[in-house]
T-cell receptor
Framework: GENVEQHPSTLSVQEGDSAVIKCTYS??????FPWYKQELGKRPQLIID?????GEKKDQRIAVTLNKTAKHFSLHITETQPEDSAVYFC?????????????FGQGTELSVKP | DTGVSQDPRHKITKRGQNVTFRCDPI?????LYWYRQTLGQGPEFLTY????????KSRLLSDRFSAERPKGSFSTLEIQRTEQGDSAMYLC?????????????FGPGTRLTVL
């Protein structure tokens, strides 16, 4: 089955700096990679996703890149703001072609210091 | 609120007791997922339904766990003879359509504490 590894587990940056979170996956057939943000005490919320037919996707200050050869994908946040502080999870499909269950990484706790 | 809702939000129980949680998905979402999240970890898949059919259960799900979605709308997750290791946040998510990768919308979770 799919295995997702996420690094780093904690990340502290100054406001305005960039933050990068990296994930690797094991199943070369995986074709969908969402990123979720979970604020303290809140539910996970999708912030961006990428499918395997593209290498990069941007949405304002957030971008995700995908390297299928190396089986890794990364989340990039530019011009970080204090409200970006949260735990971020990457995910990949548990079974390609099945019901869409997700396998999550261990999470990265991002702290943006004003 | 038209999002995914879960009830109760918190449950404290004694070891050996049975507990039941409810999830109400977004209206007309035909896929419903249950995940478990422990402190400092990502959500871990438990089971999922397409309409009323339970199509997959994680091998991590012991026979003390059972889930239902009788009419293809709300779902319940029951844990029998709870153990301290069952303490976790139980998250429900729903998704629309039959496409493989549609956005999963999460509920606020039910936090279970087993004493």
């Amino acid at each position: 089955g799919e295995n997702v590894e996420q690094h780093p587990s904690t990340l502290s940056v100054q406001e305005g700096d960039s933050a990068v979170i990296k994930c690797t996956y094991s199943d070369s057939a995986s074709n969908y990679f969402p990123w979720y943000k979970q604020e303290l005490g809140k539910r996970p919320q999708l912030i961006i996703d990428i499918r395997s037919n593209v290498g990069e996707k941007k949405d304002q200050r957030i971008a995700v890149t995908l390297n299928k050869t190396a089986k890794h994908f990364s989340l990039h946040i530019t011009e970080t703001q204090p409200e970006d502080s949260a735990v971020y999870f990457c995910a990949a499909p548990g079974d390609v072609g099945q019901g869409g269950k997700l396998i999550f990484g261990q999470g990265t706790e991002l702290s943006v210091k004003p | 609120d038209t999002g995914v809702s879960q009830d109760p939000r918190h449950k404290i129980t004694k070891r050996g007791q049975n507990v039941t949680f409810r999830c109400d998905p977004i209206s007309e979402h035909n896929r419903l997922y249950w995940y478990r999240q422990t402190l400092g970890q990502g959500p871990e898949f438990l089971t999922y339904f397409q309409n009323e059919a339970q199509l997959e259960k994680s091998r991590l799900l012991s026979d003390r766990f059972s889930a239902e979605r009788p009419k293809g709308s709300f779902s319940t997750l029951e844990i029998q003879r709870t153990e301290q290791g069952d303490s976790a946040m139980y998250l429900c998510a729903s998704a629309a359509g039959t496409g493989q990768h549609n956005e999963q919308f999460f509920g606020p979770g039910t936090r279970l504490t087993v004493l």
